[in-house]
């Protein structure tokens, strides 16, 4: 019996070798949904269960397409790409790369199957366009739960489109995909180091200028040192692109890889030992301010399809806990963050080692359960080595409630417990009821409903 397994380990559950089916082409998946609708079996379509909440659990008939790997179609003049879902985000940077095209949105993270990103959360970070992979989907093959081919893009069943890009695995078995693409442009990184306080007090016109500079931001706030690291970036033309050769380029690239290859570890080594707080907080002080002098005069350009990195089963397994907040109340949610940090570092001797992600969504309306429908969006994820800390389950819990305090929105892939306890309470209720009612027009046996999104959504 196959045993499934998320990226952090947190998340297991085994599966009878007659129900796991990893089907290689549509006429297959047609076949496998037709046998579950006939036998009211739930079905459940699964990635590369990057998830770290109870999403991708199913109790039925779990399909992988990893098998239904192919690039159909490339079309320059159109500038789209048509895949079979189960395409790596890797994969397809790799294609795309090779004829000077890149994908929409490139998160770090190459693993992602694009059946399953285009329909979810994922996303990167954009000051000027959406940062959702999902809100370039212009098209899709569909096996409905009745196993029937529904062909849905901007042209042919449109009505349908904003659910599609929210779909989360709901509304059938996501076939094909076809994605708007981009010429490739380098992306040129710089950094910005700033002390939390001063940012804050300034918010207003340091926001403008990122917004004014640069077209994706990137941010790292470290709660033991109060500083913030912003990595920066901006598409540039090829033709003015200096030299990637010099020793000064390939030095700054080491020292951007410190916090993979020694700050993390090192943080993982902390949080094992169990130190007492007013010995671990300076540690990591130390550890964090010696990068950061190094890195904030550093700058670096790469092809943007060199992101989407490939993990393996044992590379880094921490939690992410994922929430987005209005623009205007951001500010006061992360000093609401810090006073929570430092009560349960006097309270229970527990020390945020790893940094809180900041990055930052664009208005977006193209999808229905869109994080930033009402306006942009920035981020407030923490992030911690070791998640069945019973102290990090507190504090997710406490964090909880000041994230709906301050208008916060949970990411349904990340944000274990948040999401399915507090979803409902700040997402736009009509866009739920419009995806609920098309959700159970495709699937009146509710056969792609498990058990996480029927508490998610009351049902």
């Not at 496998?32 to 999403?55: L, N, P, W, Y």
């Not at 949105?105 to 990167?124: C, K, P, Q, R, Y």
């Not at 992979?133 to 009745?146: D, E, G, H, I, R």
């Not at 410190?258 to 010995?279: E, N, R």
């Amino acid at each position: 019996m196959p045993t499934l397994t998320n990226w952090n380990n947190e998340i297991q559950y085994t599966v009878p070798d007659n129900r796991y089916k990893t089907p290689t082409q549509v006429s297959e998946v047609q076949d496998i949904v037709r046998e579950a609708f006939k036998k009211d079996q739930r079905v459940t379509v699964i990635g590369a269960m990057h998830s770290t909440t109870e999403c991708t659990i199913g109790t039925g008939i779990i399909i992988s397409l990893k098998k239904m790997a192919r690039i159909i179609s490339v079309d320059q003049k159109q500038l789209t790409v048509t895949v079979e879902g189960g395409v790596s985000l890797h994969k397809l940077c790799a294609h795309l790369k090779e004829s000077g095209l890149q994908p929409p949105v490139i998160l770090e993270w190459g693993n992602f199957h694009i059946g399953a990103i285009s329909g979810t959360h994922a996303n990167d970070t954009s000051m000027n366009r959406s940062a959702q992979f999902s809100s370039f989907v212009v098209a899709v093959k569909l096996v409905t739960p009745t196993g029937e081919i529904m062909e849905i893009s901007e042209s042919q069943n449109a009505e349908y489109l904003p659910a599609v890009r929210s779909h989360f695995g709901m509304l059938g078995v996501v076939c094909e995909v076809t994605l708007r693409i981009f010429k490739s442009q380098p992306l040129q990184m710089s950094f910005q180091v700033a002390e939390i306080g001063g940012f804050l007090d300034n918010f207003v016109g340091e926001l403008q200028a990122l917004k004014a500079g640069y077209d994706q931001v990137f941010g790292m706030l470290f709660p033991t040192s109060s500083k913030l690291l912003f990595q920066r970036r901006r598409f540039v033309d090829s033709e003015n692109l200096k030299s990637n050769s010099s020793g000064a380029e390939i030095e700054n690239e080491n020292i951007i890889a410190l916090f993979g290859d020694l700050y993390l570890p090192l943080v993982k080594a902390l949080t094992a030992l169990q130190l007492p707080a007013v010995v671990a907080e300076p540690l990591n002080k130390v550890l964090v301010d010696f990068p950061l002098k190094r890195i904030r005069d550093s700058a670096y350009t790469i092809d943007p399809c060199d992101r989407g990195v490939v993990y393996k089963d044992e590379d880094p397994n921490f939690e992410f806990y994922d929430w987005v907040f209005p623009e205007e109340r951001w500010c006061d949610m992360i000093r609401a963050f810090l006073q929570l940090s430092d009560r349960f570092r006097r309270e229970h001797n527990f020390i945020l080692l790893m940094p809180v992600a900041i990055y930052f969504l664009k208005q977006d309306r193209s999808s229905l359960l869109s994080r930033s429908r009402n306006g942009n969006m920035i981020a407030v994820d923490p992030e911690y080595p070791d998640p069945a800390d019973p102290t990090w389950k507190a504090f997710r819990l406490a964090f909880n409630e000041i994230a709906v305090l301050h208008g916060g929105v949970p990411h349904i892939n990340k944000t274990r417990g948040g999401a399915i306890s507090n979803l409902r309470k700040v997402h736009d209720p009509e866009s739920i009821q419009n995806f609920l009612q098309i959700r159970k027009q495709l699937d009146p046996k509710d056969l792609f409903l498990n058990d996480y999104f029927r508490t998610l959504f009351g049902i």
